[in-house]
């Protein structure tokens, strides 16, 4: 027995739309095997249209109400729900139509926006951090940078009491640096006013830290 109207119309009320739509189908194919009605045609374009409309393809409800009003031109339901869906397909076409108006309103905006046209600020650059500076106040060498401890300080007053002693032993040092190694004869040895004598050759200094060495070197006695 063919699918009967009633049941597509049944089927699409409980939102089941595929069963609708393959309903209405096989009634249309049945018109090959018996002599179906136009107007029984017409109603299945119609329930057609119906399950359509419900899934929001106002498109093909259109094409299936013009099919149903093809087979039976006086169906006066397939006319209304015709010129219904037409509104509906209108109203669509205008939302759409805003839609993209507003979307390419936006996208102008923003494509001449001064913020987006401005070039981006160069970043600042970082401050200078202060251990750079100093590092560069003491001449690039870490080396001399280390402190004495409270023993280091002791031995080292215990060999350098005078400040004339110390001066003389750094101007010593420093012509040793600039003409070579000196004689060892004619190196002026340091005068000590209070402690022993201690006697520094320019040798001794070479490649060390002389602050350090001075420190850890142990005072000669008499």
């Known amino acids: 027995m063919a699918p009967q109207p009633e ?3 049944a089927y699409t009320k409980q939102k089941k739309i595929e069963k609708a739509l393959d309903h209405c189908e096989k009634a249309l194919r049945e018109r090959l ?3 179906v009605t136009s107007e029984l045609r017409g109603k299945v374009h119609y ?3 119906e399950a359509y409309e419900v899934s929001g393809e106002v498109s093909k409800a259109i094409a299936s109400c013009k099919l149903s009003l093809e087979v039976n031109p006086d169906n006066p339901d397939a006319r209304k729900k015709l010129s219904q869906l037409k509104a509906q397909e209108a109203d669509q076409r205008k939302r759409e139509r805003s839609l993209f108006a507003g979307l390419r309103g936006v996208c102008a905006s923003q494509a001449v926006s ?3 046209q401005a070039p981006k600020a160069a970043p600042a650059p970082a401050a200078p951090d202060s251990s750079d500076e100093e590092f560069a106040d003491k001449g690039g060498d870490d080396s001399d940078s280390e402190e004495l401890t409270l023993e280091q300080q002791k031995v080292l007053e215990q060999g350098l009491t005078d ?14 640096a600039k003409h070579g190694p000196a004689d060892p004869h004619m190196v002026q040895p340091t005068n ?3 402690g022993p004598e201690v006697f520094w050759t320019p040798e001794s200094f070479k490649g060390k830290n002389v602050r350090m060495s001075m420190a ?4 000669q006695g008499y």
């Open 192 to 194: 000590m006013t209070v």
């Open 114 to 116: 001064p913020e987006a």
């Open 216 to 219: 850890k070197e142990p005072a």
């Open 33 to 35: 095997k018996i002599a």
């Open 7 to 9: 049941s597509m119309l």
């Open 47 to 49: 329930r057609k249209a």
């Open 163 to 176: 400040r004339d002693a110390s001066a003389r032993l750094m101007s010593s040092l420093g012509m040793a």
